[in-house]
C-alpha cells in the first residue's frame, strides 16, 4: 500500500504555482561567475552575491587545494570535541584584526549565527528589538531565544527609541542588517548606535552584505560609518563578498568565551573544513591588495542606480551592490525576468514570502567581475522590455 499520508504536497505546490510563488531549482553548469550557464546558454549573472569576483579567483583556489593536502577534507568534529584546527584560530585572528575588535569566532554559516547567537545573548524575560525587514535567519534567531520580540518599522530609530525606552526588560538587545539583503539599503547604525548607549541595550550587526563592500578597507558598514568599536556583536559571512563558506562573529574576548559554551550553533554541528577557512585567509589577502576589485565595484554600483533611477525605479536608498527593480506583482516580476533571460540577462523575481506582499522585484547584484559594457547592456534590455506603466511610484509597504 503506498503510503498517502504526503498527498497533500502536490496540491499546496498547484497552490504556490497559480499565486506565482512555487520556487525550483535551476542548476548551474560551470563555475560562479559573471557570466554562467543555464540550460545550455550562457547569461550575464545579476543574481550572485559574490560581490568582488572571489568566488572563482585563482589564490582561493590554491589556497583550498593547499589546505586540502595538508589538513584533508573534513575537521572531522565539532570544534569542543576533536574538531578545533590550527586554521581555525589563524583565521580567528585575521578576522578580529580585520574587524578591528579583540576576538573573532567561527560560525558554519551566517544562519547558524543567526540562529545560534542571539539566544545566546537574550533568553526568556529579556527583550529583542529587531528591524521589521530583517533577515529569515535572524526573525528565526528571535524565535529560539525565547526572548520577547520588539519588531520596530524599517530604519525607523525613532520608534526603536520609543521602544527601548518603555522596555523593562532584564536585558535588550538590538538587532539589524547591516545593508538589506533585498533592498540594498542602509540601517541607521549612527543614531541605532547612539541609541544603544543611551539605553544600555546590546547592539548584534549582520554584515553579511556589507563585509568586504563598504568601508575603507572593506570591513563593513560600522567601518564605513565609524563606529565598529561601538558595536557589541559584529556578525560577517565568508560566503558572500569573501568567496567561499562560514560566518563569524567579532567582537570583545569576553563575548566569544561565551559563545564557546552557550551558542547551540557553535556547539552542535561539525567544524568548518579547513579549505574553506584556507580560502578565507586568502580572501582577506586579495581584499587587502586588490583594492582595485573594491572600487570597480563601486564604480559599477553607482552606474547601475543612475541608469534604474533614470528608468524611474526607486533605488535612492540604495548604498551598495544590491538593487531591487520594483515590480509589485509576483506575475510582473516573473515576466520581467523571462524578458531579461531572452536579452541573455540572469535577474530573479524575489517574490512573498522572501518579501512582503506587494513588492516583487528583480533583486540585481553586482560583482567586482562584471564590466561596465554588462551593466549597461542590462539597462538596455531592461528599457527595451519594459514598455511604460510597469514601472512604480515609491514602494507602499
Ligand atoms: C545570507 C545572509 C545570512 C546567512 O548567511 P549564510 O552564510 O549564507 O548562511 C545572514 N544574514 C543576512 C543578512 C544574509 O543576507
Redesign the pocket.
Known amino acids: 500500500m503506498p503510503n498517502r499520508a504526503l498527498d497533500w504536497i502536490p496540491q499546496e505546490l498547484a497552490a504556490l504555482e497559480a499565486r506565482g510563488q512555487r520556487r525550483r531549482l535551476e542548476p548551474i553548469a560551470g563555475a560562479q561567475g559573471p557570466v554562467v550557464e543555464i540550460d545550455g546558454r550562457p547569461l550575464v549573472n545579476f543574481c550572485s552575491?559574490d560581490y568582488l569576483g572571489l568566488a572563482n579567483h585563482p589564490r582561493l583556489r590554491q589556497a583550498m587545494v593547499d589546505a586540502v593536502e595538508r589538513y584533508g577534507a573534513g575537521a572531522g568534529a565539532a570544534r569542543l570535541l576533536v574538531g578545533d584546527l590550527a586554521l581555525h584560530h589563524a583565521l580567528e585572528e585575521r578576522l578580529a584584526r580585520f574587524k578591528g575588535t579583540e576576538s573573532a569566532l567561527l560560525f558554519s554559516?551566517?544562519?547558524h549565527a543567526?540562529a545560534g547567537v542571539l539566544g545566546a545573548l537574550a533568553g526568556p524575560g529579556d527583550a529583542i528589538f529587531s528591524d521589521a525587514w530583517n533577515?529569515a535567519?535572524?526573525i528565526d534567531g528571535c524565535r529560539l531565544s525565547g526572548a520577547d520580540v520588539h519588531v520596530y518599522p524599517h530604519l525607523d530609530a525613532d520608534g526603536l527609541g520609543k521602544l527601548l525606552a518603555a522596555s523593562k526588560a532584564r536585558r535588550r538587545l538590538v538587532v539589524t542588517?547591516a545593508i538589506f539583503?533585498m533592498d540594498g539599503d542602509a540601517a541607521p547604525l549612527v543614531e541605532i548606535v547612539e541609541l544603544c548607549e543611551r539605553h544600555g541595550a546590546m547592539l548584534y550587526l549582520?554584515e553579511?552584505?556589507s563585509t568586504g563592500v563598504l568601508g575603507a578597507t572593506g570591513g563593513g558598514l560600522a567601518e564605513a560609518l565609524g563606529v565598529s568599536g561601538r558595536v557589541d556583536v559584529l556578525m560577517g559571512?565568508l560566503?558572500?563578498a569573501l568567496g567561499s563558506y562560514g560566518?563569524f562573529v567579532a567582537g570583545s574576548r569576553a563575548l566569544t568565551n561565551w559563545l564557546v559554551g552557550t551558542s547551540r550553533t557553535f556547539i552542535f554541528t561539525t567544524a568548518l573544513p579547513p579549505a574553506t577557512c584556507a580560502a578565507s585567509i586568502a580572501a582577506l589577502d586579495v581584499l587587502a591588495e586588490e583594492p582595485e576589485r573594491l572600487a570597480h565595484l563601486d564604480a559599477l554600483s553607482a552606474r547601475m542606480k543612475a541608469g534604474l533611477e533614470a528608468l524611474g525605479f526607486p533605488v535612492r536608498d540604495v548604498v551598495g551592490p544590491i538593487f531591487p527593480v520594483m515590480l509589485v506583482e509576483e506575475a510582473r516580476a516573473l515576466e520581467a525576468s523571462r524578458g531579461l533571460r531572452e536579452h541573455g540577462y540572469l535577474a530573479k523575481a524575489i517574490r512573498p514570502p522572501t518579501v512582503p506582499r506587494g513588492t516583487s522585484r528583480l533583486r540585481v547584484s553586482l560583482t567586482a567581475s562584471h564590466t561596465f559594457e554588462q551593466v549597461d547592456g542590462f539597462l538596455a534590455a531592461l528599457r527595451k522590455d519594459d514598455p511604460g506603466g510597469r514601472r512604480t511610484g515609491p514602494r507602499t509597504t
Open positions: 552575491n554559516s551566517g544562519y543567526n533577515h535567519s535572524i542588517d539583503s549582520d553579511a552584505h559571512t560566503g558572500k560566518a
